[in-house]
């Protein structure tokens, strides 16, 4: 993972708590370092080739200086990468923060069906996450301009789809049917918002820097699903149009 993108290097924070549970659970001294030495070893004979590739395009055995120059470590923006209308990933993908706050509800209950260390498994992904929005504040560009959303956390997907499914599985053994059709209507809410920003990213109807709540609301509650059978209509027919399109502001 670190070789697709070099922030990816902190996931391994996860495995080597994990490792070092392990490793205090009474195993034998020589079976833990073996162990780590065997993970070691691993690790740096598979990044060998990317430690070459860095040096033979930037005459290091690391990341360009141009990528170097944007951090600033005690991450500045970790709130903003969050909570900024202007690429913040809850208001851009509120669903991501339904999945946070599923891994914290596993990480302190105890879930119909869950394997008995699915909590410590859930702490462990939750810390992930947290190491991911802290290098994701620490960059200057932390706004990733241009692009849809706050791109730099699409790495955590499947930890995040962890924390939807507690969710699916408290509604499904819940004994009343409201709090199963409470969670499937708002994750089709939510969804649905997602859908609707990126047909307004696509379309050229927003400004593609920061959300207008409000504006881009009725956007995608009123006025999209009014459009929506002649979008469908032109995106087979016509799809050249969607790219005639006058651009908004912050493009």
């Given at each position: 993972m670190a070789?697709?993108?070099?922030?990816?290097?902190?996931?391994?924070?996860?495995?080597?708590?994990?490792?070092?549970?392990?490793?205090?659970?009474?195993?034998?001294?020589?079976?833990?370092?073996?162990?780590?030495?065997?993970?070691i070893?691993?690790?740096?004979?598979?990044?060998?080739?990317?430690?070459?590739?860095?040096?033979?395009?930037?005459?290091?055995?690391?990341?360009g200086?141009?990528?170097?120059?944007?951090?600033?470590?005690w991450?500045?923006?970790?709130?903003?990468?969050l909570?900024?209308?202007?690429?913040?990933?809850?208001?851009?993908?509120?669903?991501?923060?339904?999945?946070?706050?599923?891994?914290?509800?596993?990480a302190v209950?105890r879930?119909?069906?869950?394997?008995?260390?699915?909590?410590?498994?859930?702490?462990?992904?939750?810390?992930?996450?947290?190491?991911?929005?802290?290098?994701?504040?620490s960059?200057?560009?932390?706004?990733?301009?241009?692009?849809?959303?706050?791109?730099?956390?699409v790495?955590?997907?499947?930890?995040?789809?962890?924390?939807?499914?507690?969710?699916?599985e408290?509604?499904?053994?819940?004994?009343?049917?409201?709090?199963?059709?409470?969670?499937?209507?708002?994750?089709?809410?939510?969804?649905?918002?997602?859908?609707?920003?990126?047909?307004?990213?696509?379309?050229?109807?927003?400004?593609?820097?920061?959300?207008?709540?409000?504006?881009?609301?009725?956007?995608?509650?009123?006025?999209?699903?009014?459009?929506?059978?002649?979008l469908?209509?032109?995106?087979?027919?016509?799809?050249?149009s969607?790219?005639?399109?006058?651009?908004?502001?912050?493009?």
């Amino acid at each position: 993972m670190a070789i697709v993108r070099e922030q990816d290097l902190f996931f391994a924070a996860g495995p080597a708590l994990d490792f070092l549970r392990w490793s205090f659970g009474g195993r034998p001294i020589a079976a833990v370092v073996r162990s780590g030495a065997i993970g070691i070893f691993a690790t740096a004979l598979v990044y060998l080739p990317q430690l070459a590739a860095y040096q033979a395009l930037n005459g290091h055995p690391g990341p360009g200086r141009e990528v170097a120059r944007k951090m600033t470590w005690w991450s500045p923006h970790g709130f903003e990468v969050l909570w900024s209308t202007g690429h913040g990933l809850f208001f851009w993908t509120p669903l991501a923060l339904m999945a946070l706050l599923g891994l914290i509800w596993l990480a302190v209950s105890r879930i119909p069906n869950a394997k008995a260390d699915a909590s410590w498994i859930s702490l462990v992904l939750i810390v992930m996450f947290a190491l991911q929005t802290y290098v994701s504040g620490s960059v200057e560009s932390w706004t990733v301009a241009g692009s849809f959303g706050q791109r730099r956390f699409v790495a955590l997907t499947p930890m995040l789809a962890v924390g939807l499914a507690v969710w699916l599985e408290k509604a499904r053994a819940a004994s009343r049917a409201a709090p199963r059709v409470l969670v499937g209507g708002l994750i089709a809410v939510l969804v649905w918002w997602n859908i609707g920003l990126m047909a307004q990213f696509g379309l050229h109807l927003m400004d593609r820097q920061r959300l207008t709540l409000g504006r881009n609301a009725r956007a995608t509650f009123v006025e999209l699903p009014l459009d929506m059978p002649s979008l469908v209509a032109r995106y087979f027919t016509d799809r050249a149009s969607f790219y005639r399109r006058p651009r908004q502001d912050g493009e």
